[in-house]
């Protein structure tokens, strides 16, 4: 049985309760029924918190799609089949949020003024980076970008998550776009977050509700990484 993935529906979800499928001693690590914990992946850093009262270190996607809790201090772990209560540390969860939707935001402004795809990207609270095919940057684009994405935010878009069949997300033009057919095939439900008029994406990860609730982006740096591969640094800040 896999873990049923609580942040998937309900992002703002802190608190939840869970029974403990497997405990694993040597590596201090539970794997849950239900998790409302975020763990590695998609470019999105894991949250933390406390599980059963112990310190959440780690949170990982393991085989069988359990999710694997890494616990901290020094009390004793819970065992197979107990019942404990998690709490998600907001603080970093939210501020993951707002980066992870600047980061969509910042897609679907280059998408639609310079027609130019995503290659990678990857964040930490409040700051990210994100690479793009252009070559080369236009120019003055570091201030052209942060003031489209700005407005976007200021717009306060409403952000909605929704569940499509496979069979229906492939035929979607603005999924198309974002590669929705390299998901595996095994993969029945495709997961959409959809920034209302700006930017729509397959994609697993946590956001906030709407637009405003970023705040203002700052935009850092602005490197080459190579011939069509270049490099956004952005900063999250309050508006
Ligand atoms: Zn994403």
């Known amino acids: 049985m896999p873990t049923e993935l609580l942040y998937l529906r309900d992002a703002y979800l802190v608190t939840f309760d869970a029974a403990v499928l497997e405990a694993d001693e040597e590596g201090r690590r539970v794997a849950l029924d239900r998790t409302a914990f975020y763990p590695t992946g998609g470019g999105q850093p894991h949250d933390s918190g406390e599980l059963a009262g112990l310190p959440v270190v780690e949170v990982r996607k393991g085989e069988g799609d359990l999710v694997w809790h890494t616990l901290g201090g020094d009390g004793v772990l819970p065992a197979d089949g107990d019942h404990v209560h998690g709490s998600v540390d907001w603080a970093r969860r939210h501020a993951l ?9 910042l897609c679907g402004v280059i998408w639609n003024e310079w027609r130019v795809p995503v290659t990678g990207g990857n964040m930490e609270p409040l700051s990210a980076r994100m690479d793009f095919e252009f070559d080369p940057l236009p120019e003055g684009f570091g201030a052209r970008v942060e003031e489209l994405v700005n407005a976007e935010l200021a717009a306060d878009r409403p952000i909605a998550v929704s569940f ?12 198309i776009r974002t590669k929705v ?11 959409v977050v959809d920034i209302v008029g700006l930017d729509k994406q397959a994609d697993g990860g946590t956001h906030v509700q709407s637009t405003g609730e970023v705040g203002r982006i700052r935009v850092a740096k602005t490197e080459s990484k190579g011939k069509g591969n270049k490099r956004i640094r952005l900063e999250v800040v309050d508006p």
């Open 97 to 105: 949020m707002r980066t992870h939707t600047a980061l969509h935001v």
């Open 164 to 175: 499509l069949p496979r069979s229906a997300a492939v035929e979607d033009a603005d999924l």
């Open 181 to 191: 057919n390299m998901i595996p095939e095994s993969v029945a439900e495709i997961r």
